[in-house]
């Protein structure tokens, strides 16, 4: 499976972006798909998941509220609506995805990720 984001940018404290992670290669339905950031000097961080059918998610305490993660499978596409963003939440957001597991929150858990996009929240 290859991953591609798309949809980072430049906005400011309070605003949205759609982060979107376009599959190919094969059909992402048996996937688990999540996303992820990486701030500069820090680690990479779960940001949120979503199970094969969509049913399940989970989100980090940081971004539960605001960012909500869904999938269309048909349109073989993940998506990460992030409204009322704050300057802490810039990063280079990515998407992974892992086959056929429950939903996992750990980097080491997802076999394949996206390239990343840059989001950037000024004050």
């Known amino acids: 499976v290859q991953l591609q984001a798309s949809g980072g940018g430049l906005v400011q404290a309070g605003d949205s972006l759609r982060l979107s992670c376009a599959a190919s290669g094969r059909s992402i339905r048996q996937y688990v798909m999540g996303w992820f950031r990486q701030a500069p000097g820090k680690e990479r961080e779960f940001v949120a998941n979503?199970?094969?059918?969509?049913?399940?998610?989970n989100y980090a305490d940081s971004v539960k509220g605001r960012f909500t993660i869904s999938r269309d499978n048909a349109e073989n596409t993940g998506y990460l609506q992030m409204d009322s963003l704050k300057p802490e939440d810039t990063a280079v957001y990515y998407c992974?995805?892992?086959?056929?597991?429950?939903?996992?929150?750990?980097?080491?858990?997802?076999?394949?990720w996206g390239q990343g996009t840059q989001v950037t929240v000024s004050s």
């Open positions: 979503i199970n094969r059918s969509g049913m399940v998610t």
């Open positions: 992974a995805a892992v086959y056929g597991v429950p939903t996992v929150s750990a980097v080491s858990e997802y076999s394949y």
